[in-house]
T-cell receptor, first 116, second 109 residues
Framework: GAVVSQHPSWVICKSGTSVKIECRSL??????MFWYRQFPKQSLMLMAT?????????EQGVEKDKFLINHASLTLSTLTVTSAHPEDSSFYIC????????????FGPGTRLTVL | QKEVEQDPGPLSVPEGAIVSLNCTYS??????FMWYRQYSRKGPELLMY????GNKEDGRFTAQVDKSSKYISLFIRDSQPSDSATYLC?????????FGQGTELSVKP
C-alpha cells in the first residue's frame, strides 16, 4: 500500500518551454501533497505544500508564478515549471500524506528535469 | 544551527556489520519521527515511523527515539550490500517534514 507515482520519470526540454509533472497517489487518498527539489548529494528542499481544492502554499524563495501547482483531486497533483531555464534542471520529487492523521509522507520516484 | 543535524558520512562498513545512524534535533515540539532510505536517482522510501519516544523494530531495522536528549537512531543488523543507500531522518510537529542532510552508507561484500 501507500504507492505514489510520478510522470514523467525524466524529461529534457528547451529553454523557455513549460513542463508539467504529475503526481498520483495510487491506493490512498491524499489530502495534502508536497513538492520537493533535490540537488546532487543534498537533502530534499520543500518547494510547496498542496491541499486538495485550495491554493498551494509556497516556501520562502520559491516563485509561485514559475512553479504552478494544481491539486485537482485527492489523488492527483501537478507541478508545471513555466518558461524553464537551465538553472531549473534538477530532481523533482512529490510526496503524499494520507488523510489518516499521521505525518508520514510517501514519496514518488522523482522526475529528473534537464533544461537545455 | 540547523533544526535537524545528521552526519553526512560517507559511512563504509563490511557486510554483516551493525550500522548505527543518528540524528539530533533542537525543536522539542517534534513528535513524529521517520527514517527514509533513498537509492541513487530514486525517491525516498519510508523505512520506519515512530510517534513520540521509544523503540520500534521491523526485521533488521530498529528505530529509537529519545526525546529527552533530542536524539534519534536507526540500527541496521546484519547489513547487506543492498542496504547501500542514503538514509534520511525526518521529523515534524504536525505539518512539514524537516529532514536531516542524509547519511550515505556503503556496505561492502
Amino acid at each position: 500500500g501507500a504507492v505514489v507515482s510520478q510522470h514523467p520519470s525524466w524529461v529534457i526540454c528547451k529553454s523557455g518551454t513549460s513542463v508539467k509533472i504529475e503526481c498520483r497517489s495510487l491506493d490512498f487518498q491524499a489530502t495534502t501533497m508536497f513538492w520537493y527539489r533535490q540537488f546532487p548529494k543534498q537533502s530534499l528542499m520543500l518547494m510547496a505544500t498542496s491541499n486538495e481544492g485550495s491554493k498551494a502554499t509556497y516556501e520562502q524563495g520559491v516563485e509561485k508564478d514559475k512553479f504552478l501547482i494544481n491539486h485537482a483531486s485527492l489523488t492527483l497533483s501537478t507541478l508545471t515549471v513555466t518558461s524553464a531555464h537551465p538553472e531549473d534542471s534538477s530532481f523533482y520529487i512529490c510526496s503524499a500524506r494520507s488523510s489518516g492523521g499521521t505525518d508520514t509522507q510517501y514519496f514518488g520516484p522523482g522526475t529528473r528535469l534537464t533544461v537545455l | 544551527q540547523k533544526e535537524v543535524e545528521q552526519d553526512p558520512g560517507p559511512l563504509s562498513v563490511p557486510e554483516g556489520a551493525i550500522v548505527s545512524l543518528n540524528c539530533t534535533y533542537s525543536n522539542s515540539a517534534f513528535q513524529y519521527f521517520m527514517w527514509y532510505r533513498q537509492y541513487s536517482r530514486k525517491g525516498p522510501e519510508l523505512l520506519m515511523y515512530t510517534y513520540s519516544s521509544g523503540n520500534k523494530e521491523d526485521g533488521r531495522f530498529t528505530a529509537q527515539v529519545d526525546k529527552s536528549s533530542k536524539y534519534i537512531s536507526l540500527f541496521i543488523r546484519d547489513s547487506q550490500p543492498s542496504d547501500s543507500a542514503t538514509y534520511l531522518c525526518a521529523m515534524s510537529a504536525g505539518g512539514k517534514l524537516i529532514f536531516g542532510q542524509g547519511t550515505e552508507l556503503s556496505v561492502k561484500p
